[in-house]
């Protein structure tokens, strides 16, 4: 029997890549846990309602033995005084001044009771007392009466001044600075700064803060318009060089008194110091008749006021400057 030799199929492996060269780096080394990045948890935003309810306020409390806080009530609403043309005003103003004040009862009972009869509206009163500025009487009172025919028939209105030119103020005397001031007044009752009807109403204090904010209206023109055209009972007005000379006059005083000390030596006058003013007027005017008791003569009376609303002319025995402001 022929013995079969067995041949198993040879099984052939693919040929092997040669091994990679061995690396010049070191080994990597094992991962450090204090080099791992730490784990942030994500922060869960919450949504809000669609209808969020506002924070309530904890009520703030008080300090122990806190008082409440009480606010000081309002100031009273001004009233103003009666004015001097008020009927019997004049007479209740001199038996106060004969009262407080022994020294100017004597002038009081040597002059006839003063009259405050002027009634313009004050727009046209304030017109009128720029016009008049640094201007003799006569010379005034033709300028004047230019300017109202120059007005019209409507008057002297803010609409109507403003409705005027430089050129034809300027061809009636009217300086341009004065036919600005005149402007700037219309202007401020046009805007409503001003008005008659709160002209009427104000404090003192607050008035003459309101007019003096006009150009060519100072100080001197707003107590002269206080007394002669608002017939203002309590004004002093302190400027005045004829109430000054008057003062000194009265109170046998060596030098003309400061406006710092005529508020100090006419005090005993209010609430009628506009009254006790008039009377100085009047006794600077009558100086050199010996208004302490002699008398002024019997001609005519010298003239106190002058047509610009009452403001007061002291003659030739006291030339009084008109103040430009």
């Not at 046209?124 to 006569?138: D, M, P």
Request: hydrophobic fraction near 30%.
């Amino acid at each position: 029997m022929v013995e079969q030799t067995q041949t198993q199929p040879q099984t052939t492996h693919p040929p092997q890549s040669p091994p990679p060269p061995p690396s010049s780096d070191p080994p990597p080394s094992p991962p450090n846990s204090s080099s791992k990045i730490p784990f942030r948890p994500k922060k869960i935003r919450k949504l809000s309602n669609s209808n969020p309810k506002p924070p309530t306020k904890k009520p703030q409390q008080e300090p122990p033995n806190s008082t409440p806080q009480i606010l000081p009530p309002p100031p009273p609403p001004f009233i103003p005084p009666k004015t001097l043309s008020s009927e019997g005003e004049i007479s209740t103003a001199l038996r106060h001044l004969r009262t407080v004040d022994p020294h100017l009862a004597r002038i009081i009972d040597f002059h006839d009771p003063p009259s405050f009869q002027n009634f313009h509206p004050p727009f046209h009163s304030l017109t009128r007392s720029i016009l008049y500025q640094q201007l003799a009487v006569k010379a005034g009172d033709s300028i004047y009466s230019r300017f109202l025919s120059l007005c019209g028939d409507a008057g002297v209105l803010p609409d109507s001044v403003l409705a005027l030119t430089p050129q034809q103020l300027r061809q009636i005397g009217i300086s341009g600075r004065k036919a600005s001031y005149l402007h700037d007044l219309a202007s401020k009752y046009r805007s409503g700064i001003l008005s008659d009807s709160s002209i009427v109403i104000l404090d003192d204090k607050s008035l003459f803060s309101m007019l003096t904010m006009v150009k060519g209206i100072g100080p001197w023109s707003v107590h002269m318009f206080m007394i002669f055209s608002l017939h203002r009972p309590d004004v002093l007005p302190v400027g005045d060089l004829g109430v000054r000379k008057g003062v000194q006059l009265l109170y046998g005083l060596e030098d003309l008194p400061k406006p710092s000390q005529m508020e100090k030596l006419c005090e005993r006058w209010r609430p009628y110091r506009s009254v006790g003013s008039w009377y100085m007027w009047r006794l600077v005017e009558t100086k050199g008749a010996s208004a302490m008791g002699s008398g002024v003569g019997s001609g005519q009376e010298p003239q106190l006021f002058d047509s610009v609303n009452g403001f007061a002319n002291l003659g030739s025995l006291f030339e009084q400057p008109r103040p430009s402001d």
